[in-house]
DNA sequence: AGCAAGTTGAGAAGAAGTTTTCATCGTGGC
DNA sequence: GCCACGATGAAAACTTCTTCTCAACTTGCT
């Protein structure tokens, strides 16, 4: 059976409380502030654990370790900053596309990627 | 100085025959054809050198290993075939994005992956 | 409280992509 | 054609991220 142990509880704590995509560090350091103790390998165990379960689903970025965030969500994109490296979460998608591809080509998804600076690195 | 070998005339031979951005492997496989002893390592050391001189841009995708493409195209996007994981060149840009941001968020670029099926995986 | 079984932390190990090492080869200037 | 020096190929090493191992610890049920 699934335990409910500290470390978990702080882990999906972090989630709620970052609200914005977290990577398995930032993870470990928002998770530490309540189980000081707490070890990388239990937050990988923990992420992959949260995926199946359906409470959270990973994020894919571009030469960047993957991102989770609570899952459920609908469509919507990601904001990247460039100078801290955070993720943020950008509300809807104003995408027209999938309608302009060369013939021959299906498209099935698309994923948007914001680059900047977030309010914190202004 | 740098010298023309029958290996780098070959990659960068296979980046105009192929006509969409290529992976190391993939470059491998197609110069391979023409110096059928090239070496993985020669692709790397020549990819680099190939951007560094500007004839190639590298193109990062979300959980795969980088692509490269010619370089001095103008602003546009790629699609990734799921099934054969070919990457392909999208004319254009439709996006009407870097408006709804969030206060405070300043975007300097973005990133458009479209996913599906190319004609050849039909 | 007692205990079986799941969980944890630290470090080792694994996976995947990329870079380095080094002896040998090839190019281009003379 | 000669030769210095850059380039090559194969394998080892390296990076970065992720998973596994295992002894020690917790949790939840009784």
Same mark, same amino acid.
């Given at each position: 059976m699934e335990r409910s142990t500290r470390q978990r509880r702080a882990i999906r704590e972090a989630f709620l409380e970052a609200g914005r995509p977290l990577s398995p560090q930032e993870v470990l350091e928002l998770a530490r502030k309540k189980v000081?103790?707490? !070890?990388l390998a239990t937050v990988y165990r923990t992420l992959k654990g949260l995926v199946e379960e359906g409470f959270l689903t990973p994020v894919a970025l571009p030469g960047e370790p993957s991102r989770y965030e609570p899952a459920g969500k609908g469509h919507h994109h990601h904001f990247l900053c460039r100078l801290c490296g955070r993720v943020y979460e950008l509300l809807g998608c104003d995408l027209a596309l999938? !309608?302009?591809?060369?013939?021959?080509f299906l498209a099935e998804g698309h994923e948007v990627m914001v680059y900047g600076r977030c309010p914190e690195c202004t």
């Open positions: 000081p103790s707490l !070890g999938e !309608g302009p591809l060369p013939p021959g």
